[in-house]
C-alpha cells in the first residue's frame, strides 16, 4: 500500500520569540516492511541552521535553528512511503530465543546502567 503521508505542527507565540531549536523526529524509518519514496521537512520561517543525522536508535533526526523573532512556527513533514503487511514479515523471520533477545537489550542499555556521578565529584573534577 503506498501512503501519502503530511505532518503539521503550528505554533503561534503571544509574543515573538527571538531565538528557537527544534528536535524533529520526522522521518520514516527504513524498516523490511516499509519503503520510503521521498520526504521533505520545509520549516516557517527557514531555519538558519539546519543538520540531520542518525540518533542512536537509528532514527533519522533533524535539528532546526531559527535565530530571527517569529510569533508562528509552521513544521510540515511530507512522506510518500509504501508498506507491506507486516505479518508476513513478522512470519518470515527466523524464531529468536528469549535469552538471545534478553542479551540484545541487556547490550544496548549498558549505556544507562551507571549510576550518575554526585554534585561532589563533579565539583572534584571542575
Known amino acids: 500500500m503506498r501512503l501519502n503521508v503530511v505532518h503539521e505542527t503550528h505554533y503561534s507565540y503571544s509574543s515573538p520569540v527571538e ?11 527504513p524498516l523490511p516492511w516499509q519503503e520510503q519514496h521521498a520526504h521533505r521537512i520545509s520549516i516557517e520561517p527557514a531555519p538558519g541552521e539546519y543538520d540531520e543525522r542518525d540518533d542512536y536508535f537509528g532514527n533519522r533526526t533533524a535539528i532546526a535553528l531559527i535565530a530571527a523573532p517569529h510569533r508562528d512556527l509552521l513544521v ?18 527466523p524464531p529468536v530465543a528469549w535469552e538471545a533477545v534478553r542479551e540484545q537489550a541487556h547490550a544496548r542499555a549498558a549505556e544507562f546502567l551507571h549510576e550518575s556521578p ?8 571542575a
Open 19 to 29: 531565538l528557537s531549536q527544534q528536535l524533529l523526529h520526522l522521518t520514516p524509518r
Open 76 to 93: 510540515r513533514a511530507s512522506s510518500v512511503v509504501s508498506v507491506a503487511p507486516r505479518e508476513k514479515e513478522a512470519m518470515a523471520r
Open 118 to 125: 554526585h554534585v561532589e565529584t563533579w565539583r572534584e573534577l
